[in-house]
T-cell receptor
């Protein structure tokens, strides 16, 4: 079983839709949590960090539930430019900056 | 400013050949990471440097893989006697240091072993 699990999708949604991605992690020592975005044949880029209190950045909302070891990302009013793969990422205590990635969830927003 | 750069961007190697992949981190970044990304998968950690010290190499898949960062800046990932299962994108990332800092990724080197 992988340490970070995501539904690989693809998620095909129309423009303007709201879409939610879920992720679970198995290591209770996980300390920091992120969502990265990766466009086709490009490098991953940090989308947002995820905090226990939940955090929002424009149309994007991230939530963390430490008790359930569950992370989510909500995208509202999706745009064509949101089409990408979204990677759920954790960093574990005492492992330096090493990032552990989920498989990624592919999103395709259609006109 | 300049981001992380990697070279070559594409490499085709015959099975059994040795390859060397280069990473130029962002100037002043203390930490440097190598990841391997197979098709359809998320990146997987290979190794980590803090300055010139290799602090974690637990992700290197075999002793055919070797990484170095002799002067604490440029890093090279070497793969000896390449196998088909080594075909992947090799990503380098750098950060100011420690787990609190964002990692910035380079464009990757796409390695194909034939």
């Amino acid at each position: 079983r992988k340490e970070v699990e995501q539904d690989p999708g693809p998620f095909n949604v129309p423009e303007g839709a709201t879409v939610a991605f879920n992720c679970t992690y198995s290591n209770s020592a996980s300390q920091s949590f992120f969502w990265y975005r990766q466009d086709c044949r490009k490098e991953p880029k940090l989308l947002m960090s995820v905090y226990s209190s939940g955090n929002e950045d424009g149309r994007f909302t991230a939530q963390l539930n430490r008790a359930s070891q569950y992370i989510s990302l909500l995208i509202r009013d999706s745009k064509l430019s949101d089409s990408a793969t979204y990677l759920c990422v954790v960093n574990n205590r005492n492992q330096g900056g090493k990032l552990i990635f989920g498989q990624g969830t592919e999103l395709s927003v259609k006109p | 400013g300049a981001g992380v750069s990697q070279s070559p961007r594409y490499k085709v190697a015959k099975r059994g050949q040795d390859v060397a992949l280069r990473c130029d981190p962002i100037s002043g970044h203390v930490s440097l990471f190598w990841y391997q990304q197979a098709l359809g998968q998320g990146p997987e950690f290979l190794t980590y440097f803090q300055n010139e010290a290799q602090l974690d190499k637990s992700g290197l898949p075999s002793d055919r893989f070797f990484a170095e960062r002799p002067e604490g800046s440029v890093s090279t990932l070497k793969i000896q006697r390449t196998q088909q299962e080594d075909s992947a994108v090799y990503l380098c990332a750098s950060s100011l240091g420690g787990s609190s800092y964002e990692q910035y990724f380079g464009p990757g080197t796409r390695l194909t072993v034939t």
